[in-house]
Protein backbone atom coordinates (compact mmCIF):
# COMPACT_ATOMS: atom_id res chain seq x y z
CA UNK A 1 0.00 0.00 0.00
CA UNK A 2 1.23 3.21 -1.29
CA UNK A 3 1.56 5.70 1.95
CA UNK A 4 3.00 9.28 2.23
CA UNK A 5 3.45 11.33 4.93
CA UNK A 6 4.39 15.21 5.31
CA UNK A 7 5.65 16.36 8.96
CA UNK A 8 7.68 19.43 9.11
CA UNK A 9 4.76 22.11 9.31
CA UNK A 10 3.94 24.40 11.62
CA UNK A 11 3.99 28.52 12.40
CA UNK A 12 6.76 31.34 10.92
CA UNK A 13 6.87 35.09 10.47
CA UNK A 14 7.68 36.30 7.65
CA UNK A 15 10.92 35.97 6.37
CA UNK A 16 11.22 32.78 8.56
CA UNK A 17 12.33 29.53 7.08
CA UNK A 18 11.08 26.09 7.28
CA UNK A 19 11.72 22.59 6.16
CA UNK A 20 9.17 20.36 5.57
CA UNK A 21 9.52 16.54 5.03
CA UNK A 22 7.33 13.34 3.56
CA UNK A 23 7.92 9.99 4.19
CA UNK A 24 7.33 7.26 1.33
CA UNK A 25 6.75 3.69 1.08
CA UNK A 26 4.28 0.86 -0.53
CA UNK A 27 6.45 1.66 -4.16
CA UNK A 28 9.64 1.70 -5.33
CA UNK A 29 10.90 4.98 -4.09
CA UNK A 30 13.52 6.20 -6.79
CA UNK A 31 11.40 5.18 -9.93
CA UNK A 32 8.93 8.15 -9.48
CA UNK A 33 9.10 11.92 -9.81
CA UNK A 34 7.85 13.45 -6.80
CA UNK A 35 5.78 16.51 -6.24
CA UNK A 36 4.82 19.45 -3.69
CA UNK A 37 1.23 20.90 -4.13
CA UNK A 38 -0.70 23.40 -2.06
CA UNK A 39 -3.95 24.51 -1.08
CA UNK A 40 -3.76 27.92 0.55
CA UNK A 41 -6.86 27.80 3.26
CA UNK A 42 -10.36 27.67 1.62
CA UNK A 43 -8.51 27.51 -1.66
CA UNK A 44 -7.85 25.78 -4.61
CA UNK A 45 -5.56 23.48 -5.47
CA UNK A 46 -1.52 24.87 -7.07
CA UNK A 47 1.48 23.22 -7.84
CA UNK A 48 4.33 23.72 -6.05
CA UNK A 49 7.48 21.50 -7.25
CA UNK A 50 8.95 18.87 -8.31
CA UNK A 51 11.97 16.28 -8.42
CA UNK A 52 12.90 13.36 -11.03
CA UNK A 53 13.36 9.87 -9.66
CA UNK A 54 16.66 10.28 -9.60
CA UNK A 55 17.02 13.98 -8.10
CA UNK A 56 18.83 15.19 -11.03
CA UNK A 57 16.01 17.68 -12.32
CA UNK A 58 13.83 19.97 -10.49
CA UNK A 59 11.22 22.38 -11.53
CA UNK A 60 9.17 25.11 -9.51
CA UNK A 61 6.63 27.38 -9.82
CA UNK A 62 7.01 31.31 -10.89
CA UNK A 63 5.64 32.01 -7.03
CA UNK A 64 8.03 29.85 -5.16
CA UNK A 65 11.21 29.97 -7.69
CA UNK A 66 14.35 31.43 -6.00
CA UNK A 67 13.29 30.81 -2.43
CA UNK A 68 12.11 27.36 -2.57
CA UNK A 69 14.22 24.05 -2.66
CA UNK A 70 13.25 20.37 -3.41
CA UNK A 71 15.28 17.75 -2.80
CA UNK A 72 14.89 13.79 -2.00
CA UNK A 73 17.12 11.24 -0.13
CA UNK A 74 16.45 8.22 -2.52
CA UNK A 75 18.02 5.83 0.39
CA UNK A 76 15.52 7.27 3.12
CA UNK A 77 12.84 6.96 0.64
CA UNK A 78 12.32 10.84 1.51
CA UNK A 79 11.40 13.77 -0.06
CA UNK A 80 11.91 17.49 0.90
CA UNK A 81 10.92 20.92 0.61
CA UNK A 82 13.34 24.08 1.87
CA UNK A 83 11.34 27.07 2.28
CA UNK A 84 12.81 30.24 2.90
CA UNK A 85 11.65 34.14 2.72
CA UNK A 86 8.77 32.54 3.51
CA UNK A 87 5.56 35.27 2.60
CA UNK A 88 1.90 35.39 4.41
CA UNK A 89 0.98 34.08 1.35
CA UNK A 90 3.10 30.85 1.52
CA UNK A 91 0.57 29.90 4.06
CA UNK A 92 -1.13 27.00 2.88
CA UNK A 93 -1.47 22.89 3.15
CA UNK A 94 1.66 21.11 1.45
CA UNK A 95 1.04 17.83 0.28
CA UNK A 96 3.59 15.44 -1.23
CA UNK A 97 2.27 13.76 -4.07
CA UNK A 98 3.44 10.93 -6.30
CA UNK A 99 3.31 10.97 -10.26
CA UNK A 100 3.04 8.29 -12.65
CA UNK A 101 5.88 7.48 -14.74
CA UNK A 102 6.42 10.61 -17.13
CA UNK A 103 3.39 11.86 -16.25
CA UNK A 104 2.26 14.53 -14.22
CA UNK A 105 -1.08 13.62 -12.85
CA UNK A 106 -0.71 12.28 -8.52
CA UNK A 107 -2.23 8.94 -8.17
CA UNK A 108 -1.23 9.17 -4.49
CA UNK A 109 -1.24 12.29 -1.66
CA UNK A 110 0.40 12.09 1.46
CA UNK A 111 -2.71 13.98 4.25
CA UNK A 112 -0.74 17.52 3.95
CA UNK A 113 1.05 19.52 6.66
CA UNK A 114 0.43 23.41 7.47
CA UNK A 115 1.99 26.16 6.68
CA UNK A 116 0.69 29.50 8.54
CA UNK A 117 3.12 32.08 7.91
CA UNK A 118 2.05 34.63 10.61
CA UNK A 119 3.54 37.92 12.49
CA UNK B 1 0.67 28.79 -17.86
CA UNK B 2 -2.17 26.57 -18.80
CA UNK B 3 -5.64 28.54 -17.45
CA UNK B 4 -8.00 25.84 -16.55
CA UNK B 5 -11.53 27.39 -16.12
CA UNK B 6 -14.27 25.39 -14.23
CA UNK B 7 -18.04 25.37 -14.25
CA UNK B 8 -20.26 25.76 -12.61
CA UNK B 9 -18.56 26.81 -9.55
CA UNK B 10 -21.48 25.46 -7.44
CA UNK B 11 -23.81 22.51 -8.83
CA UNK B 12 -26.85 21.92 -6.44
CA UNK B 13 -27.86 18.08 -7.32
CA UNK B 14 -30.56 15.92 -5.78
CA UNK B 15 -29.54 12.39 -4.75
CA UNK B 16 -29.62 9.86 -7.78
CA UNK B 17 -29.67 12.72 -10.18
CA UNK B 18 -27.36 13.45 -12.66
CA UNK B 19 -24.03 15.76 -12.47
CA UNK B 20 -22.36 16.90 -15.29
CA UNK B 21 -19.31 19.79 -14.47
CA UNK B 22 -17.02 21.16 -17.49
CA UNK B 23 -13.35 22.17 -17.52
CA UNK B 24 -12.12 24.58 -20.39
CA UNK B 25 -7.72 24.92 -20.85
CA UNK B 26 -6.89 28.13 -22.08
CA UNK B 27 -4.39 26.37 -24.88
CA UNK B 28 -4.88 22.47 -26.06
CA UNK B 29 -3.38 20.19 -23.26
CA UNK B 30 -4.57 17.04 -25.99
CA UNK B 31 -5.83 14.09 -23.37
CA UNK B 32 -3.39 14.80 -20.70
CA UNK B 33 -6.30 15.85 -18.11
CA UNK B 34 -7.17 14.85 -14.77
CA UNK B 35 -9.94 14.91 -12.33
CA UNK B 36 -9.59 14.61 -8.49
CA UNK B 37 -12.45 14.63 -5.83
CA UNK B 38 -12.00 16.25 -2.23
CA UNK B 39 -14.06 15.91 0.68
CA UNK B 40 -13.38 18.38 3.60
CA UNK B 41 -10.40 17.37 5.76
CA UNK B 42 -9.06 14.90 2.86
CA UNK B 43 -6.21 14.71 0.61
CA UNK B 44 -7.53 14.94 -2.85
CA UNK B 45 -8.29 11.55 -4.57
CA UNK B 46 -7.40 10.38 -8.59
CA UNK B 47 -10.69 9.94 -10.05
CA UNK B 48 -9.93 10.58 -14.01
CA UNK B 49 -6.51 10.41 -15.58
CA UNK B 50 -6.08 10.92 -19.55
CA UNK B 51 -9.53 12.67 -19.82
CA UNK B 52 -11.56 9.11 -19.71
CA UNK B 53 -9.71 6.51 -17.92
CA UNK B 54 -10.85 5.64 -14.45
CA UNK B 55 -7.84 5.37 -11.87
CA UNK B 56 -8.14 2.12 -9.89
CA UNK B 57 -10.47 1.03 -7.76
CA UNK B 58 -13.19 4.15 -8.79
CA UNK B 59 -16.59 3.12 -9.25
CA UNK B 60 -18.46 3.04 -13.21
CA UNK B 61 -20.63 6.03 -12.39
CA UNK B 62 -17.48 8.40 -12.97
CA UNK B 63 -16.81 9.10 -16.42
CA UNK B 64 -14.40 11.41 -18.41
CA UNK B 65 -14.80 12.69 -21.81
CA UNK B 66 -13.10 15.96 -24.15
CA UNK B 67 -10.02 16.36 -25.68
CA UNK B 68 -8.11 19.37 -26.73
CA UNK B 69 -9.37 22.43 -24.36
CA UNK B 70 -12.92 21.22 -23.52
CA UNK B 71 -13.76 18.42 -20.80
CA UNK B 72 -16.06 17.11 -18.47
CA UNK B 73 -16.66 14.75 -15.92
CA UNK B 74 -20.33 13.27 -15.55
CA UNK B 75 -21.48 11.55 -12.43
CA UNK B 76 -24.13 9.24 -13.54
CA UNK B 77 -26.48 8.73 -10.71
CA UNK B 78 -25.21 11.07 -7.47
CA UNK B 79 -24.76 8.91 -3.95
CA UNK B 80 -24.58 10.46 -0.97
CA UNK B 81 -20.38 9.86 -0.64
CA UNK B 82 -20.13 12.20 -4.02
CA UNK B 83 -20.56 15.76 -2.61
CA UNK B 84 -17.64 17.21 -2.57
CA UNK B 85 -15.57 19.66 -4.38
CA UNK B 86 -13.94 18.30 -7.91
CA UNK B 87 -10.71 19.56 -9.51
CA UNK B 88 -9.54 19.14 -13.25
CA UNK B 89 -6.11 19.26 -13.46
CA UNK B 90 -3.90 19.57 -16.96
CA UNK B 91 -0.58 17.38 -17.23
CA UNK B 92 0.53 18.52 -21.00
CA UNK B 93 2.72 21.05 -19.23
CA UNK B 94 4.06 22.01 -16.32
CA UNK B 95 0.29 20.96 -13.72
CA UNK B 96 -2.23 23.49 -13.72
CA UNK B 97 -5.97 22.92 -11.57
CA UNK B 98 -9.38 24.56 -12.50
CA UNK B 99 -10.61 26.47 -9.64
CA UNK B 100 -12.84 23.57 -8.67
CA UNK B 101 -16.90 22.66 -8.67
CA UNK B 102 -18.66 22.33 -5.63
CA UNK B 103 -21.43 19.55 -5.48
CA UNK B 104 -23.98 19.79 -3.34
CA UNK B 105 -27.54 18.38 -2.24
CA UNK B 106 -30.18 19.84 -4.03
Known amino acids: EVQLVESGGGVVQPGGSLRLSCAASGFTFDDYAMHWVRQAPGKGLEWVSL????????YYADSVKGRFTISRDNSKNSLYLQMNSLRTEDTALYYCAKAEIDLYYFDYWGQGTLVTVSS | EIVMTQSPATLSVSPGERATLSCRASQSVSSNLAWYQQKPGQAPRLLIY???TRATGIPARFSGSGSGTEFTLTISSLQSEDFAVYYC????????FGQGTKVEIK
Open chain 2, 50 to 52: GAS
Open chain 1, 51 to 58: ISGDGGST
Open chain 2, 89 to 96: QQYNNWPT
